[in-house]
C-alpha cells in the first residue's frame, strides 16, 4: 500500500533551520505531484508548497517563500523540504501529501497524506 512517511522535525530557535524528509513506498513516485502542508494549533491546514512530477516547477505560499526550498529525488522515492530562517509562526505539525498528476493548492485534491512531524520553533 501507498505509504508516505515524514522525518526531520523538532525544536529549533528562531532563526534556525531544518530540513524535513518525505519518503514514499508503494508507488510510482514520478508519477505523483507532492507538496507539503502545515497545521497550527487551533487553525486549519494550509499549503506550503509544492514541486511536479520532475521537479521542474515549485510553488511556495507568501508566508515561506524565501525561506523555503522543496526538492524532490525520484530515484531514492524522496521530497525534501529546507527552511531556513524559522520563525515562531512556522510552529506546526507539517504533512506531506502526494496526488497523481500534477499539483493543486486544495487539500481535497491529494490522496495520499503522511502522518505529519511536528516543528517548534521557539526560543
Known amino acids: 500500500q501507498v505509504q508516505l512517511v515524514e522525518s526531520g522535525g523538532g525544536l529549533v530557535q528562531p532563526g534556525g533551520s531544518l530540513r524535513l524528509s518525505c519518503a514514499a513506498s508503494?508507488?510510482?513516485?514520478?508519477?505523483?505531484?507532492v507538496a507539503w502542508f502545515r497545521q497550527a494549533p487551533a487553525k486549519e491546514r494550509e499549503f506550503v508548497t509544492s514541486?511536479?512530477?520532475?521537479?521542474?516547477?515549485?510553488r511556495y505560499a507568501d508566508s515561506v517563500k524565501g525561506r523555503f526550498t522543496i526538492t524532490r529525488e525520484n530515484a531514492k522515492n524522496m521530497v525534501y523540504l529546507q527552511m531556513n530562517s524559522l520563525k515562531p509562526e512556522d510552529t506546526a505539525v507539517y504533512y506531506c501529501?502526494?496526488?497523481?498528476?500534477?499539483?493543486?493548492?486544495?487539500?481535497?485534491?491529494?490522496?495520499?497524506w503522511g502522518q505529519g512531524t511536528q516543528v517548534t520553533v521557539s526560543s
Open positions: 501529501a502526494a496526488r497523481t498528476g500534477s499539483v493543486r493548492l486544495e487539500i481535497s485534491e491529494y490522496t495520499y
Open positions: 514541486i511536479t512530477q520532475l521537479g521542474s516547477i515549485t
Open positions: 508503494g508507488l510510482t513516485f514520478s508519477t505523483y505531484g
